[in-house]
């Protein structure tokens, strides 16, 4: 069994095949037959991705009831004022379903590589870190739209106690075997 940690950059698809798309995937940076995205990043979020080969793993790691919590520092574009993370934190409800409960807190500018594309805000921007146990479609955007905080930047820094570390952009590792036993507990 092979499990990787990968950091994806911005602009890459989630998959190894683009499907006409014309956008880079994961093909041109994970040379490693048959492991697949254990969940995915959609292509403006960057960070942490997790392929195996291991099908269980992927099952439960994707599996909403399995409620493995995710974290994600969010650069926003407004003021994080409490009351707006306190929404976020009793859930959103997004056109056909509430969020669950996530946990949100203002944190500093992390020290992060620049973006291929750069972020251009129009007024004062913020970071927040928000833990979901849950991960629809663009989700993170929707909620901190929904509080008036649009999202500028989104990076997976950890999915459960797997950290994404020093990790630069469009690099790989292997997970070590404590790692796979995080996740496999």
């Known amino acids: 069994m092979r499990y990787l940690l990968f950091n994806k950059p911005y602009g890459i698809v989630s998959q190894f095949t683009d499907e006409g798309t014309g956008h880079p995937t994961l093909k041109q940076y994970i040379d490693v037959p048959d492991v697949y995205a254990a969940g995915r990043l959609d292509r403006d979020s960057e960070g942490l991705l997790l392929l195996t080969d291991d099908g269980p793993l992927i099952k439960r790691l994707t599996d909403p009831s399995q409620h493995i919590e995710k974290t994600y520092w969010v650069m926003v574009e407004g003021d994080p004022v409490p009351e707006k993370l306190t929404r976020l934190e009793r859930g959103i409800q997004l056109r056909d379903y509430l969020t669950l409960p996530a946990k949100a807190r203002l944190i500093p500018g992390p020290s992060l590589p620049p973006r291929p594309k750069p972020v251009t805000p129009h007024g004062p921007t913020a970071w927040i870190e ?28 950890a999915i459960g106690q797997i950290q994404l570390g020093a990790l630069r952009p469009g690099e790989w590792r292997d997970l070590t075997q404590r790692e796979i036993n995080l996740l496999k507990r």
């Open 130 to 157: 928000i833990k979901l146990r849950e991960g629809k479609k663009r989700q993170i955007r929707h909620m901190t739209a929904a509080v008036g905080l649009p999202t500028l930047r989104l990076i997976r820094v």
